[in-house]
């Protein structure tokens, strides 16, 4: 089975740092995209950043170069390293993993979840 595990969240003062690691594994034939969402209390889950498997990157309503993503192929891993962190930015972050992955009928291709890290940003 495919498996998707988040580390590194935790709590930081306003202004402080963290990164973010997903590692992906399991049986795919590859992994497509892979990123991170992130839901804050009484919100909608959001996207943060993605990569796919080329590397390209989309990121969410983040001011740029606050956050980074950087993938490793090789690894099935993306980090998310995020700057200058704000109170706004405490939620549930949550590895998204698009995978292609064999099943009895033929490859497919499933998304997949971590189960999520918090984020708490206070002072």
């Known amino acids: 089975q495919v498996q998707v595990v988040e580390s590194g969240g935790g709590s930081v003062q306003p202004g402080g740092s963290l990164t973010l690691t997903c590692q992906a594994s399991?049986?795919?034939?590859?992994?497509?995209?892979m990123g991170w969402y992130r839901q804050a209390p009484g919100k909608e889950r959001e996207m943060v950043a993605m990569s796919d498997i080329t590397n390209a990157k989309n990121y969410g309503n983040i001011r740029k170069g606050r956050f980074v993503l950087s993938r490793d192929n090789a690894k099935n891993t993306v980090d998310l390293e995020m700057r200058s962190l704000q109170p706004e930015d405490t939620a549930i972050y949550y590895c998204y993993v698009q995978g292609r992955v064999p099943s009895p009928s033929g490859p497919k291709t499933r998304d997949f979840w971590g189960r999520g890290t918090q984020v708490t940003v206070s002072s």
């Open positions: 399991g049986n795919v034939f590859a992994f497509y995209d």
